[in-house]
């Protein structure tokens, strides 16, 4: 398993839906990158001018909006993963 350090957090993308809501089924080339993911894992926080450790406040198996095009895509045992920094996530989605 990948373990992430610091204020990082391993996210696994949401596939995106191949047809709209109105049943229009989209190319590929019209297929957006795909901005909401999975918390995998998460490290253990940075720290902060004081030397105070910050935990990160996303949790696993939380869904969470990322910043286009943001992170590092890693494969692990045939699964493609994205390492981010906690300052890229822009919101957590709750259903």
């Given amino acids: 398993m990948i373990r992430p350090l610091a ?4 996210i696994k993308t949401v596939e ?9 089924i989209l190319a590929a080339a019209a297929k957006e990158k795909p901005q909401i993911a999975e918390v995998i894992a998460v490290g253990d926080g940075a720290y902060d001018s004081k030397g105070v450790l910050v935990p990160v406040s996303v949790k696993v198996g939380q869904k969470v909006i990322t910043s286009k095009y ?8 045939g699964v493609e993963y ?8 822009l919101a957590v989605v709750e259903y």
């Avoid at 995106?16 to 229009?24: H, L, M, P, V």
């Avoid at 994205?82 to 996530?89: A, P, R, T």
């Fill in 82 to 89: 994205v390492i981010v920094k906690e300052s890229d996530i």
């Fill in 7 to 10: 204020d990082r957090v391993l």
């Fill in 16 to 24: 995106a839906d191949e047809t709209t809501k109105g049943g229009i």
């Fill in 70 to 77: 943001s992170g590092t895509e890693v494969k692990f045992d």
